[in-house]
Structure formats: structure tokens, C-alpha cells
């Protein structure tokens, strides 16, 4: 490999998730799904954590706070996320999907499996692991990096 095509792997990487995300944008539009990947990213997060921290939440899905905020109100405005003040500190809030929020992740996860199925084609898990590991490595060598 040379120096020049080491650089275009931000670019592959960029372009890729671009690529997936629009797909599975279409594939949710055109199923009748009223989310955006990033909604789907929250609900999908908050069904196996009931009462989640909007904190937690938006370290969980690599989202800064004001993303956070303004996804969550979307939410809440649609009725599918509910908060509830925590019982021991008044100032903290809990998050949870309402009965409408989790039937709407039941709709839509199994275009999202379809998708990543899709975009998976004959890769092996073998693959899939070498992937992530790759992907944690980058990750976690710009984690707490300043600039």
C-alpha cells in the first residue's frame, strides 16, 4: 500500500457509512418508518436500557449533548420516549420508550437487520471481528485526544 492510498482510508471509511445510512434512510422512508437513522440510533439504545441517563444515552451512541437534546426532543414529541425524574436525585432524569417507541422499533428492525444484512453480503464473522477490532484500535488511539 502506499502512503497515498493509507490516507484515503478516512475517505473509504466517511463514504461507506454515508452509503449505508442513505440506504437504510430509503429503506425506513420506504416503509412508511417516520424515524431518522439517528432516532432509530437513540430507540435502539434505549430499548435494552429503561431508564438510561441522557448523559449515558448520548456517551452510548458517540453523540455529543446537543445532538442528544435535540434528537430526544424530536422523541418525545412524537410519543415514542418518555422522562421520568429519578426517585433519588431530583435533578436527573430517566429515559424510556413508550408502548408506541417500542412498537415502533419492532417495525423497524427488521429493515435495519435487512440493510445490515445487505451490506454484510458473504463477509464472515471472521471479518466482521477483524473490522471491529480495526475500527476500536482507531477508536480508542484518538480517545481523549486533544484537538
Known amino acids: 500500500m502506499t502512503h497515498s492510498d493509507q490516507r484515503a482510508y478516512f475517505f ?5 457509512v454515508k ?3 442513505n440506504f437504510m434512510q430509503k429503506q425506513l422512508n420506504m416503509a412508511g418508518i417516520d424515524l431518522t437513522i439517528d432516532q432509530w ?5 434505549l430499548l435494552p436500557s429503561p431508564g438510561i441517563s441522557q448523559n449515558d444515552l448520548a456517551q452510548a451512541t458517540a453523540k455529543d449533548a446537543p445532538t442528544t437534546t435535540r434528537i430526544l426532543d424530536i422523541l418525545l414529541k412524537k410519543g415514542l420516549v418518555e422522562r421520568k425524574i ?5 435533578r436527573k432524569s430517566m429515559l424510556f420508550l413508550t408502548d408506541d417507541g417500542k412498537k415502533m422499533h419492532e417495525k423497524a428492525f427488521p429493515i435495519v437487520a435487512q440493510v445490515r ?9 471472521e471479518d466482521f ?5 480495526i475500527m476500536d484500535t482507531i477508536y480508542g488511539n484518538l480517545e481523549g485526544a486533544k484537538g
Open 12 to 16: 473509504k471509511i466517511d463514504t461507506t
Open 41 to 45: 440510533v437513540l430507540i435502539d439504545h
Open 129 to 133: 471481528d477483524k473490522l471491529v477490532n
Open 117 to 125: 444484512s445487505k451490506a454484510w453480503g458473504a463477509l464472515s464473522d
Open 86 to 90: 429519578a426517585k433519588l436525585d431530583r
Open 19 to 21: 452509503r449505508v445510512r
